[in-house]
């Protein structure tokens, strides 16, 4: 697809006067707007125009934002979405990151934080689309290269990258597959066969006996036979392996030096703004919790299952003992795990002396943690999805949003029993 010169934005909110200075700010910028107050009619545009970027308002006349949202990632998933709200609130930022939006700004619009966010995200959007064409015309002239091969050539090729894995040179693999096609092979009809000039061929045969992979027959003229497959990839997984094992070795032994290097360079830069991060691979959330949670020094909010938080807090009194003063402490967890509850997390708070209260529901609407007001991490409480992506934060706004949520869930809970054991 190819956009035009000057980047296209659509922008939807059903205030026509929104819709007017936001298009004077960017058209100022040398950007084309298109401006629409309904849901319907930007989906009518989106199917019709590409659109590089969509500032999509949160509360519209005939449709929710998120899921207008949801529409136009099916229609047009290479177009930038930028949800634009007046109603904060964690369940429409958590839809939003969930549903593909690559933004989440909150009105009154900061016109110098917009532009610089639309810049940011266009310029990572011509990037992707070099590489993505760059790629595309790679693929092209593979397949037309293959077009000119034989069926053999096209199986050397393919093949040969796969032995590349097992510790091989392509040049060695590709002369031990053609050996293993011939049976026995003198070095001339390898070299007609692989297409490798047959200086190479001398060369490398050596190597490939010392791997044990190839035997020399004791013939005029000299040839070569390849030892079985099974026999072949197993020596070289072998040595492979062991390869690895040793390099593994060397890996751990520099692990503890190199952090201990990397934690002493502090360039005197700016650092980054607040930020909303996406924590795609869930084993790097695990760490990020029981990191936040030893670092807390006044208060943690917490608010999920009681699994999680017996994992969670499985060494929390070991890493805390040099704290100076107790933690205050607020659990959330689901009403049918009381009785456990009541056994584990009441012998957290006696052994680490802290300020624990617990407040039983039927179920969470999320999972949470919030420390010291400063940072917080967050999920949505979906069991049967797997794929559900985890947040982390250290913005204050969006903190203040996920704390004035935990806060209203917190007062609602007044029916059930509350747990609470303070520092004598």
């Given at each position: 697809m190819s956009y035009p010169t000057k980047p296209q934005i659509l922008i939807v909110d059903d205030d026509e006067a929104i819709c007017r200075t936001l298009s004077t700010i960017l058209q100022a910028e040398g950007y084309q707007t298109t401006t629409t107050t309904t849901a319907k009619e930007a989906i009518e545009k989106t199917k019709t125009q590409f659109f590089n970027m969509a500032l999509l308002d949160i509360k519209l006349p005939d449709m929710e934002g998120t899921q207008l949202l949801a529409q136009l990632q099916e229609i047009s998933?290479?177009?930038?979405?930028?949800?634009?709200?007046?109603?904060?609130?964690?369940?429409?930022?958590?839809?939003?990151?969930?549903?593909?939006?690559?933004?989440?700004?909150?009105?009154?619009?900061?016109?110098?934080?917009?532009?610089?966010?639309?810049?940011?995200?266009?310029?990572?959007?011509?990037?992707?689309?070099?590489?993505?064409?760059?790629?595309?015309?790679?693929?092209?002239?593979s397949q037309a290269r293959k077009t000119q091969t034989s069926n053999f050539q096209q199986f050397l090729e393919e093949t040969s990258n796969e032995l590349t894995h097992f510790g091989l040179t392509k040049t060695q693999a590709k002369i031990y597959i053609t050996i293993t096609a011939l049976g026995v092979a003198s070095a001339s009809e390898i070299d007609k066969l692989s297409k490798i000039r047959r200086e190479e061929v001398y060369r490398i045969i050596p190597e490939l006996e010392k791997r044990g992979i190839i035997t020399r027959k004791l013939k005029v003229p000299r040839k070569f036979s390849a030892t079985q497959p099974e026999t072949a990839i197993q020596m070289l997984t072998e040595t492979k392996l062991n390869a690895m094992t040793g390099e593994m070795e060397k890996i751990k032994q520099k692990q503890t030096e190199l952090t201990s290097k990397l934690k002493t360079i502090?360039?005197?830069?700016?650092?980054?703004?607040?930020?909303?991060?996406?924590?795609?691979?869930?084993?790097?959330?695990?760490?990020?919790?029981?990191?936040?949670?030893?670092?807390?020094?006044?208060?943690?909010?917490?608010?999920?299952?009681?699994?999680?938080?017996?994992?969670?807090?499985?060494?929390?009194?070991?890493?805390?003992?040099?704290?100076?003063?107790?933690?205050?402490?607020?659990?959330?967890?689901?009403?049918?795990?009381?009785?456990?509850?009541?056994?584990?997390?009441?012998?957290?708070?006696?052994?680490?002396?802290?300020?624990?209260?617990?407040?039983?529901?039927?179920?969470?609407?999320?999972?949470?943690?919030?420390?010291?007001?400063?940072?917080?991490?967050?999920?949505?409480?979906?069991?049967?999805?797997?794929?559900?992506?985890?947040?982390?934060?250290?913005?204050?706004?969006?903190?203040?949003?996920?704390?004035?949520?935990?806060?209203?869930?917190?007062?609602k809970i007044t029916s059930i029993r509350t747990l609470k054991t303070s520092t004598p």
């Open positions: 998933p290479q177009t930038i979405k930028i949800m634009i709200t007046g109603y904060p609130s964690l369940q429409n930022a958590v839809e939003a990151l969930n549903y593909g939006a690559d933004s989440y700004i909150m009105k009154p619009v900061d016109p110098a934080e917009l532009l610089k966010t639309i810049k940011n995200k266009l310029e990572t959007q011509q990037k992707t689309e070099k590489i993505t064409k760059e790629k595309l015309a790679e693929w092209v002239q502090a360039l005197p830069t700016k650092q980054e703004d607040y930020t909303i991060e996406v924590i795609a691979q869930k084993d790097a959330a695990t760490p990020r919790l029981a990191n936040m949670i030893e670092n807390a020094d006044k208060q943690i909010d917490i608010m999920a299952p009681l699994q999680n938080l017996l994992i969670t807090f499985a060494d929390y009194s070991q890493k805390t003992r040099t704290k100076p003063k107790p933690i205050k402490i607020r659990v959330m967890t689901e009403k049918r795990e009381q009785q456990a509850l009541t056994k584990n997390i009441m012998q957290l708070a006696k052994a680490d002396q802290n300020n624990v209260e617990i407040k039983l529901t039927e179920k969470l609407p999320y999972n949470l943690l919030i420390t010291d007001d400063k940072e917080a991490i967050w999920k949505g409480n979906d069991p049967t999805n797997e794929n559900t992506s985890t947040f982390w934060t250290d913005d204050p706004t969006q903190i203040t949003i996920l704390k004035t949520s935990f806060d209203s869930l917190w007062q």
